[in-house]
């Protein structure tokens, strides 16, 4: 339905010759929350004001982008693998006739297909974080600077969320956010799990909403049979629970989260969420002093080298502890 509709709507913005910005951000939803707080600022522009802007999206979370920036977005161009899209996927991108390409992806064979099917003016740059001594307080800071040099600056110390927060239904409990891990640094395992929520227990006893996706589901079942009865009782599954735009709803109302670097961790940075990271590698984020939207006495973080399955378990808990005893009150 989207496709036939997305395949009238580029036909009548060809016949009518209006001029489009096209964005490729078809990758991870994590990437996609800081690009998507750029679209307000380009249709307040006096230059682009009068635009449409259609974007390149991944269908997994097609439903998050439409609840949250169908006043910007004209047209949504969902990819079911945009590192190897249909023929029919590609048919808008031929049809239209762009004004604009902004390419948040690096230039790779990955994403050759999408890329060589826009004929546009481009711009271009790559997915390198230098160092500490950035002119601009992120990567896609720098990119907008090209486009939007008039709104993005030195001074700017990074764009501001703009995050719906779409109430759906209260939650009648105090909780804190668990995430499973995802596909890039691979998933905790069940021991690291189970010495996540004692040391919660111990200190708290709150519970514990445990996100995931739908094939996660099978994890939390095995995880609530190998845990005693007093840790099975305050964990609560979300596994492919949650629509994606009701993440920041769960996020911004929990005591705090204990997250891998997935996108729950971005939506943490963006609601200036206390949480701790287990990652193996520190993030980008946390080396930028610019940035101004959030507070970092309000994070932990511990690495391991290739998978976040390598973190110790002493490590855990001692950071853990530490997190809640230091950022309780911040």
């Known amino acids: 339905m989207i496709l036939i509709k997305n395949i009238l709507i580029s036909l009548l913005y060809f016949i009518k010759k209006e001029k489009i ?3 490729n951000e078809a990758a991870g939803l994590g990437d996609y929350l800081w690009v998507r707080n750029y679209f307000k600022l380009i249709k307040n522009d006096d230059k682009y004001k009068n635009y449409k802007i259609a974007l ?16 910007y977005v004209d047209i949504f161009l969902p990819f079911k693998n945009p590192y190897k ?31 060589n099917t826009v004929s546009s ?38 764009v501001k969320h703009n995050l ?32 996540i929520i004692e040391t919660v227990y111990n200190n708290t006893k709150l519970k514990i909403i445990i996100l995931g996706t739908k094939s996660d589901k ?24 949650y629509k994606t ?27 200036n969420k206390k949480h701790v ?23 932990k973080y511990i690495t391991a080298k290739d998978s976040i399955s390598n973190i110790q378990l002493s490590e855990i808990k001692k950071t853990i502890n530490e997190f809640i005893r230091e950022v309780e009150n911040v």
């Open 164 to 195: 719906k927060i779409i109430e759906y239904s209260s939650i009648n409990y105090d909780y804190c956010i668990l995430t499973l891990g995802g596909f890039s640094q691979g998933k905790l395992n069940y021991e690291q799990l189970k010495i």
């Open 277 to 299: 990271l287990l990652s193996i590698e520190e993030p980008w984020i946390y080396k930028l002093s610019n940035y101004k939207y959030f507070d970092f006495k309000r994070i």
């Open 218 to 241: 099978s994890i939390f079942e095995n995880l609530k049979e190998l845990l005693p009865d007093y840790l099975s009782n305050i964990i609560v599954s979300g596994c492919g629970v």
């Open 21 to 23: 910005i096209l964005i």
């Open 245 to 271: 735009s009701m993440l920041p709803y769960l996020i911004y109302n929990s005591k705090f989260v204990i997250t891998t670097n997935t996108s729950v961790w971005h939506f943490c940075i963006q609601l």
């Open 56 to 71: 390149c999206a991944t269908e997994r979370w097609l439903d998050f982008a439409m609840d949250m920036d169908s006043d």
């Open 85 to 115: 899209p249909k023929i029919l996927e590609l048919i808008p991108l031929i049809i239209f006739k762009f004004e604009v390409f902004i390419n948040f992806r690096a230039s790779s064979k990955n994403w050759e297909t999408i890329t």
């Open 121 to 158: 003016k481009t711009t271009y740059t790559d997915r390198i974080f230098r160092n500490n001594n950035l002119i601009y307080p992120n990567l896609y800071d720098r990119i907008m600077a090209q486009f939007l040099p008039n709104i993005v600056n030195i001074e700017a110390g990074g």
